[in-house]
């Protein structure tokens, strides 16, 4: 009596080529594989800023902030003490 043979294990051809799941539904659904495609080529298309431009961003964000919030607390401080004195009559 013979042994019986082992089928090679791996994909079959139909098995898409990721893990089922999301992205196993994503590379079935040509929706959205247009959409994910259209993405990828967008996003390399951007032109993204330079480290000199992201740092000189992130300082006028920064400096921004700190004067907003320093008149907000001079306002703050200010109708505090008019409330407190309309309270006091």
Known sequence: MEAPVAKPRG???RAAPFAPG????IWRNK???KFISEVAT????VTWPTRAETRAATIVVIVLTIVCSIILAIMDLFWSNVTDWLYSL
Do not use: A, D, N, T
């Open 11 to 13: 994909p079959s051809p």
């Open 22 to 25: 999301v992205p196993g539904l």
């Open 31 to 33: 929706r959205w594989f």
């Open 42 to 45: 967008e996003v390399s298309q």
